[in-house]
């Protein structure tokens, strides 16, 4: 398994927003500059994040955004999600019917939830106060 380079640079940003006062104000001109992550893709993340609800967004003249939860609350497995959505290992464990040509005799597909879970507990054991140290 390995993170998209979208997961990578969010948890990037997260740890940079996350080594910050608490409360204070976060661009994402500011986090671009300071994590070499490209702008456009440091805006975009900033948005998929916020949606996720990990970090506040603030309108207005001297808006931008702050960390929604304290460091403690927020772990990888919730940024990954942010921004790559729920933890599914194979195509057969997402819900929607897909075609194989195991089905039939697959013995394995009915553990993948399982195994998706036991990953996303893993990552989630992780908070982002242990990866801005």
């Not at 080594?19 to 440091?42: D, Y």
């Not at 819900?95 to 989630?124: F, Q, S, T």
């Amino acid at each position: 398994m390995r993170l998209t380079h979208l997961a990578d640079y969010a948890v990037v940003l997260m740890t940079a927003a996350a080594r910050r006062e608490t409360g204070e104000r976060l661009s994402a001109n500011e986090l671009a500059a300071e994590t070499g992550v490209p702008l456009p893709t440091a805006q975009k993340l900033m948005g998929l994040l916020a949606n996720a609800g990990l970090l506040r967004s603030m309108r207005g003249q001297g808006g931008g955004f702050s960390l929604n939860r304290d460091v403690v609350a927020i772990s990888l497995a919730d940024i990954v999600e942010a921004v790559e959505g729920p933890f599914v290992m194979t195509q057969c464990a997402d819900g929607v019917n897909h075609e194989c040509l195991l089905d039939k005799h697959c013995r394995v597909k009915p553990h993948m939830g399982i195994i998706g879970e036991r990953v996303r507990g893993a990552l989630g054991a992780v908070s982002l106060q242990e990866l801005a140290q």
